[in-house]
């Protein structure tokens, strides 16, 4: 089907609630999509941080093919053995003592995380603990709990009323400011994916998670995007040298498959019946994620990882440096990346010839443009990708 009669269908019979980008993409590979007429593209965003093993890769398919071949999905509640192996491997590799809930998404993730927060508050202490303290340019999710929990005014619009007991820090040194004496919890993203790419000061967090566990309030780490090795870890909050009580993670767990997961130290804050998920850690879902895992760590501990993540900012850095008149600032962490772009205006212009020039490039915030390439790519992708935002400079100065 060709994309004029594909993209008329989709204005026709579903809801419009992306501002898409109308290319047809037929194939991937690596870092590289193609389109219906062949051209291909370097993918500097990998669906959103999903595509955390590239397009196309052969041992993801296989891993999947293999599964479908026997089970798709039973339920939770008959034992499934890949999402107990992913469960004990996520634990593994973390090196935080926690057990995991398995969902379908980072929004459901944060569900989760909202409602162990909400539980502990309940049963810890004579006084019943609600509020939850989340961060200003925050993004945790599009429920409606979600929602409320993301410290954006614009997201609030239309969807209310919301769920009470959300509070709105402007910075990591203001939390102390907002915290009473029915704060149950503080969710915050350690690099704020939708806010601009720029990691937080690592002793401020750490002498945030030091005052929260000495009041006793629940540090709940957003790793929906910065997670499964995105920040050069498996997670960033071992970058900061933290232990959170409760961890969310998303995108990139099975390169593409729907999934999510909460890890949390509080291994027996639910009972059954207090939460659940039809589809959440199904064969299909759990053994994707697992080859995931297998081929990142091996990455990681290869040192392949590092390099590519080195590679990857220092040619950020000189893109920067040689354009400063358009980029402010390199920002960011792991393969995690951001650059600051002069105005909105030209942050647009950029985005387009970058895709006009067969590269993709996101955006965060109002004048970020976001970089977040799979984790296996190459320094050959990289070095095309690179090649052609130079032309790309070219069109828009």
């Given amino acids: 089907m060709n994309a004029q009669t594909l993209k008329q269908m989709d204005l026709d019979y579903v809801l419009h609630t992306y501002a898409r980008n109308y290319v047809h993409f037929v194939r991937g590979s690596g870092a590289r999509l193609f389109d219906e007429m062949g051209k291909d593209y370097i993918d500097f965003g990998s669906g959103i941080a999903v595509c955390s ?5 052969k041992r993801l398919a296989d891993a999947l093919y293999k599964q479908a071949q026997n089970l798709i999905h039973t339920s939770n509640l008959y034992l499934i053995e890949p999402q107990a192996k992913l469960a004990k491997k996520l634990v593994e590799l973390s090196g935080y003592d926690m057990r995991v809930f398995f969902a379908n998404s980072g929004a459901e993730a944060n569900e989760g995380a909202l409602k162990i927060a909400r539980k502990f508050g309940e049963v810890n202490g004579e006084l019943k603990r609600y509020q939850i303290i989340t961060l200003d340019s925050s993004f945790h999710g599009r429920t409606i709990s979600t929602l409320k929990a993301t410290g954006q005014d614009k997201m609030h619009n239309y969807f209310g009323p919301f ?8 910075d990591l040194n203001d939390i102390p400011n907002k915290i009473s004496n029915v704060t149950c919890a503080v969710l915050l993203e350690l690099v704020q994916g939708e806010g601009g790419i720029t990691p937080f000061n690592k002793q401020e967090v750490q002498d945030l998670a030091k005052l929260l566990k000495e009041k006793n309030i629940l540090l709940m780490v957003d790793e929906v995007q910065t997670g499964i090795y995105r920040s050069g870890e498996l997670f960033a909050s071992q970058a900061y040298g933290i232990t959170p009580d409760v961890i969310t993670t998303a995108k990139g767990l099975a390169g593409g498959v729907p999934i999510g997961a909460v890890l949390t130290s509080l291994k027996d804050i639910f009972s059954p019946s207090d939460h659940g998920s039809t589809f959440g850690g199904n064969f299909l879902s759990t053994a994707a994620a697992l080859e995931v895992l297998e081929i990142l760590s091996a990455l990681k501990a290869s040192g392949e990882l590092d390099k590519t ?13 040689n354009h400063s008149a358009i980029f402010t600032q390199e920002v960011g962490l792991g393969l ?25 490039v996101l955006k965060s915030g109002k004048n970020t443009a976001r970089f977040l390439p799979s984790l296996t790519i190459t320094k050959e992708e990289i070095d095309l990708g690179f090649e052609r935002l130079e032309f790309t400079l070219k069109d828009i100065y």
């Fill in 336 to 360: 995690m990346r951001g650059l600051r772009v002069r105005d909105a205006e030209t942050l647009s212009a950029f985005l387009e010839s970058s895709f006009n020039n067969g590269v993709l």
């Fill in 163 to 170: 769920p009470d007991g959300f509070v709105y820090a402007k």
């Fill in 53 to 57: 093993v590239g397009h196309g890769n």
């Fill in 309 to 321: 993540i080195a590679y990857f900012s220092k040619k950020l850095q000189d893109l920067q440096k």
